[in-house]
């Protein structure tokens, strides 16, 4: 055989290893990490929409969704599971987080106020005189809605009630999630005026409401100091900031099933905004990242 013979051969041969080795890598199971009880999001059963739209996802790339569940509230998956390689994907995290290559956004929404359908009242902005004229608020911590009721000058009456919504748990010691369901139930108990919470964690619970409930898009608004107040945000998949390849990967898959995606987001029931206006902050953010 010629020396050219031989570098053919060889070559053929890497090249049969390479594609070898891509078809094995392709069909191991896609590491998810994913929160074991934080619904309408996540649970231990599959029934968190973000879990179906893994499974979505995982099944356009051909390979098995292996979620790696945290008893841990999902705040915690990148700092203690994906960067701590116990798992190569996390969904719902928000577009651009600097933490993480982050896919293109597949869904942007917003906070919603929630209140009673069957009651003379309306409130779509910050400046809804019925709003002005509420008292119980049922709303978590440490939300855009803060800083906003502060100025409105109702937070701190409101903190009693907000904290026997967690049994008057200490936040300071330890992180513990509002639960939304609960907390669609005061409003229909009567026992908040109004809920305003982040739409993807509520409306789950709002279809299922015995009473009907109206839910409004909370937007955008300024503070007393002239500052914005955004609330509405992109969420995008994750992986470790030096995993591109698996996060362009991803974006491959999401565009290809985008229809599916879309069926599943609108079945939960909560706003969906500004679409093209997501994909195009995050392409913004990602090159902003890729020239520094």
Sequence with gaps: ?????????????????????????????LRICAAKNELPFSASDGSGFENHIARIVADEMGREAEFVWADDPGIYLVPNYLKEDKCDVITGVDSGDPRVATTEAYYRSSYVFIYPADEDVTVTDWDSPDLAKMTRFAVSPYSPVEPKLRDMNKWDDNLNYMYSLIGFKSRRNEYVRYDPEKMISEVVDGEADIAILWGPEAARYVEASDEPLTMNSVPDTRTRRDETLEFSYAQAMATRSDDTELRDALDKALTAR??????????????????????????????NGESS
């Design 258 to 287: 985008r229809d599916e995606i879309q069926a599943v987001l609108e079945e939960e029931g909560f706003p969906l905004v500004g679409q093209k206006a997501a994909a195009s902050a995050q392409s913004e953010s990602r090159a």
């Design 1 to 29: 055989m010629t020396a050219t013979g031989k570098l053919l051969s060889l070559a053929a041969a890497s090249a049969i290893v390479v594609t070898a080795s891509a078809q094995v890598s392709a069909a191991e199971p």
